[in-house]
């Protein structure tokens, strides 16, 4: 397919630009009728918006140049020509969490974290249909080789031809990601719905909402980005000796990683400042080790060695769904009783 | 259940029906929630018609008692409240109020809450708590419960009268705060101006963020077109084909160098040998030989050699290419070994994924392979996996980074590098040696290089055995697989790789491995990428055995293509 949609000489529109304008737009609006449902004016929105676009932007590019540095003269470069290139996920997520901070300091809104919640859907809807666009940029690439005829077509593989015009499909990675977001997307809407006004002892109500978007994309992109094979990779500047061991871990995954640990942390501080240190939060955190073991060595590092997909993907799925489980136990844990409403 | 336990007080009925007789929705569907209760509740048929009147009341009471557990149901049987949860503190008070939202004012008393338990503020309230006497009637005490239940809703209605004064201040805290209309204005004004700032954003984002549209560097762009070398190989073709009946003449073809595919190789070129049978390779290279593809040089393969027990021997020979493929046991290791005789330089190739420096791509050796049509590959210097060393590709210089690595060694020095030439011979630059940008670009016109491969370190030079101790690339001194690519003559390489087998890991140090490469006869050899990358992919598939069992997603390989182009297979 032709990725131009429209090009009048001076102007050129790509499709997966269209469909990423598409991707914002259904964010903002998702987001803007999600959050006077907390009782408050969507001016906070409108503010944040424009600052979150921009801080993404500059985020996930600087993220990819820091990626690939030698592909730029310099930051400057990657940051003011966008006609190459790419951008990384990561930084939407920091941009978004930046622009919830600037219309909090504005004070056009009381709470940063209900700003967040009520825009944890519509993120997640926004990076599904990101990940649809690549099907339009040729840039849904997976390693993976289906071979099996019976499985190649949408959504489990997408048909890929070599310069020398042979036809292979690989594993649909960008396509499964989308269907993964949009059942994320949902689940953070029900989430959203039932649970937005839950407060945490000791803690504020916000922010729930999209602590559970981090955990749920954290769990989505771990195993996505492993079926990758344009993972954007860290190498380090400072520490040149760390290169030879990290040229080979992504960011993606480290950032989804650091993300589900980050939403750990959090609830079991809070669990244990209101309830003291308790057998369970030993063993969850012993459960939780053990699924890092699964997803980094069992799952990733022997996907890389062995190729062994089925197994090593099983092992890594299961141990993630853990991984959540764990988080969500701690939640529950630390939230503060609910109060019946009276009718 | 016997009659006495209904002991009838008419007046009471009597209010009690007054009470109920404005119908009352919600209890009704309650009634329908608990059918069992009804009959049992008008059992007593014995009294009069207008006094079976409040059976229904009571049938309604009794509900009510049955249904309390079912109200809690809903939020008992949620996911969330099936975690270990104790006793909340008396928290209402001080929670956050959302403004704009009013909140019910809920004080819950702790001694009601249990742990594991939700409050039950409304089913329980406080005064339930109170001591029944125990010899107290059992009608009676469930006359008193039903008075209790009717006046406790009144009792939440009206705050308790004790109720401290802070309570008071933090129900008209909880209270709509109405905005003024200035306010108003003014959040209405501001959504104003930042959708209209939003609404510019997003088509600058439509138009501007296209990610993988375009590459950043196009790798073809200094290739030599070389038009000329082109016509004259079709006027000397034309002539050989024209005098094709009188005499042979071996025909020149090239491969041009801004080819991004090379030609497909003809299938009936491929052959397999059993190691038993090694010694029908001799006749192919006689063919070669024959046809003066070798040009008089000898050759590597040795049919005497110990081959490894599990192997076969493969090989393709077209009138531009001969690739002997075979796996031969040095010292009880096994070495796969390529050699590979060609007619033109052009047909020593490297590719690099997306054809882009910088690619982030990570495929398969045999996938680039693949893709370009190579008759056999092998890994390079996996130059994305490490950022040092010197990177050119296609005539043109990508990455000469002049920054301190370690010691006095800077990023470019700090490994030799190996660069192939238009003529397809080796030639290294060593490290510590300087260099600037412009010197470099230099050396490379000045020699006609190709492309370059940064790993190392440099095995045979001018057939010269080259030992090193230090080196910043490949753990040299620790046993490990091991890969290198050799020059045993003018267009005729040598690649060899030691890799793991089923019976054995591969433990060879490169000062060991460069004296297997040495052994060999080589001009000149150059280490390369070891461990699960050192790979040969010959006719599409691995040959050698890859650690681990599996290929490793590179970003280059070497290749040698065939120069006949397809269309002269075809004929």
């Not at chain 1, 470069?77 to 990561?90: E, V």
């Not at chain 1, 690439?141 to 099996?148: A, F, G, K, L, V």
């Not at chain 1, 499985?151 to 499909?169: E, I, K």
Request: aromatic content about 12%.
């Amino acid at each position: 397919m032709n990725p131009i949609a429209i090009y009048t000489g001076e102007i050129t529109i790509y499709w997966s630009g269209i469909l990423i304008g598409i991707a914002i737009a259904a964010c903002l609006s998702l987001t803007l009728a999600l959050y006077p449902m907390s009782g408050r004016h969507n001016a906070a929105v409108w503010v944040m918006f424009p600052f979150a676009l921009f801080f993404s932007v500059v985020f996930a590019r600087a993220i990819y140049w820091y990626c690939h540095i030698e592909q730029y003269a310099s930051i400057r470069d990657a940051l003011l020509d966008y006609s190459t290139g790419s951008f990384c996920i990561p930084g939407v997520i920091i941009g978004t969490w930046l622009g919830a901070l600037v219309a909090r300091m504005l004070n056009v809104t009381d709470s940063a974290g209900r700003l967040l919640d009520a825009a944890a859907p519509g993120m997640a809807l926004c990076i599904a249909l990101i990940r649809l666009s690549a099907l339009f940029n040729n840039s849904c690439r997976s390693h993976i080789i289906i071979s099996e005829k019976i499985f190649q077509h949408l959504p489990v593989a997408v048909a890929f031809t070599d310069s020398a015009g042979n036809v292979n499909y690989r594993f649909a990675t960008f396509f499964v990601e989308f269907l993964l977001m949009l059942l994320v997307t949902v689940l953070l809407l029900v989430f959203y719905c039932d649970h937005r006004d839950d407060r945490l002892r000791g803690g504020n109500r916000g922010g729930n909402v999209a602590r559970r978007f981090l955990l749920y994309y954290g769990a989505v992109e771990i195993i996505m980005d492993s079926t990758r094979y344009d993972s954007h990779l860290f190498h380090f500047t400072l520490i040149k000796s760390l290169n030879p061991y990290a040229s080979f871990i992504s960011v993606g995954q480290v950032f989804a990683a650091a993300t589900i640990l980050g939403v750990l942390i959090h609830y079991l501080h809070v669990s244990v400042k209101a309830r003291g240190w308790k057998w369970y939060h030993v063993a969850l955190l012993l459960v939780y080790i053990g699924t890092l073991l699964g997803v980094g060595y069992w799952g990733e590092y022997k996907v890389q060695r062995t190729g062994m997909y089925a197994r090593c993907y099983i092992i890594q799925s299961v141990s993630l769904l853990v991984m959540v489980w764990v988080v969500s136990v701690l939640y529950r844990s630390c939230r503060a009783k609910r109060k019946r409403r009276r009718a | 259940m016997s009659d006495k336990d209904f002991e009838f007080d008419l007046e009471d009925i009597i209010a009690e029906f007054n009470d109920y007789s404005i119908p009352e929705p919600p209890q009704r569907r309650r009634r329908k929630s608990a059918p069992e209760q009804a009959p049992e509740a008008s059992a007593p048929a014995g009294p009069p018609a207008e006094e079976a009147v409040p059976a229904a009341p009571l049938a309604e009471e009794a509900a009510p008692e049955e249904a309390a557990p079912e109200e809690a149901a809903p939020e008992e049987a949620a996911p969330e409240e099936a975690a270990p949860e104790e006793a909340a503190p008396e928290e209402a008070a001080a929670e956050e109020a959302p403004p704009g939202r009013q909140e019910p004012l809920m004080v819950m008393d702790p001694s009601h809450a249990a742990p594991g338990r939700e409050p039950e503020a409304e089913s329980a309230p406080e005064g339930e708590a109170e001591e029944e006497p125990e010899d107290e009637p059992e009608g009676k005490k469930r006359r008193r419960k039903k008075k209790k239940r009717r006046a406790a809703p009144e009792e939440e209605a009206a705050p308790d009268t004790a109720a401290p004064a802070a309570k008071a201040a933090a129900k008209a805290a909880l209270a709509p705060k109405k905005d003024s209309l200035g306010k108003r204005l003014g959040l209405g004004l501001l959504s104003l101006i930042f959708a209209a700032l939003s609404l510019l954003c997003l088509g600058w984002s439509i138009g501007n963020i296209h990610p993988e549209t375009t590459t950043v560097e196009d790798a073809r762009g200094n290739a030599s077109a070389d038009i000329v070398a082109r016509l004259n190989n079709s006027v000397f073709n034309s002539k050989a084909d024209a005098l094709s009946d009188i005499a042979y003449i071996r025909k020149q073809y090239s491969i041009p160098e801004e080819a991004a595919v090379a030609p497909a190789p003809n299938p009936d070129g491929y052959g397999t040998v059993s190691i038993d049978n090694a010694e029908a390779v001799l006749e192919v290279i006689q063919k070669a030989r024959d046809s003066g593809l070798l040009d008089g040089q000898d050759v590597i393969f040795d049919p005497n050699c110990t081959f490894y027990y599990d192997s076969d021997i493969r090989y393709y020979c077209d009138d531009t290419i001969l690739v002997i493929c075979w796996k031969e046991l040095i010292d009880g290791f096994t070495c796969s070994c390529v050699e590979v005789k060609i007619a033109d330089a052009s047909q020593l190739r490297r590719k690099i994924t997306d054809d882009t420096f910088g690619s982030p791509l990570r495929v398969f050796a045999s996938e680039l392979s693949n893709s370009v049509n190579a008759v056999v590959a092998m890994n390079a210097d996996f130059y994305m996996f490490r950022d040092f060393g010197i990177m050119a590709y296609n005539r043109q210089l990508y990455r000469m980074d002049d920054s301190l690595y370690t010691g006095m060694y800077k990023k470019y020095n700090c490994v030799d590098t190996c660069f192939v030439t238009g003529e397809g011979d080796f030639l290294f630059t060593h490290r510590l040696e300087e260099r600037s940008w412009e010197e470099m670009q230099q050396y490379m016109r000045d020699n006609d290089v190709l492309f370059s491969i940064s790993f190392g370190p440099v095995l045979v030079e001018n057939r010269e055995l080259k030992e090193c101790d230090w080196y910043p690339a490949g753990e040299i001194n620790t046993g490990y697989s091991r890969a290198g690519i050799g020059q045993f003559a003018k267009l005729h390489y040598f690649y060899m790789s030691l890799n793991h087998s089923p019976e054995r890991a591969a433990r060879w140090t490169v000062n060991q491995f460069g004296r297997e490469m040495y052994n060999k006869g080589l001009i000149n050899a150059y280490c390369l990428d070891g461990g699960q990358t050192s790979e040969i992919v010959f006719r599409g598939q691995p040959y050698n055995y890859i650690d681990f069992g599996a290929e490793r997603g590179v970003s280059d390989i070497i290749y040698f293509a065939t120069a006949i182009p397809e269309s002269e297979v075809t004929k």
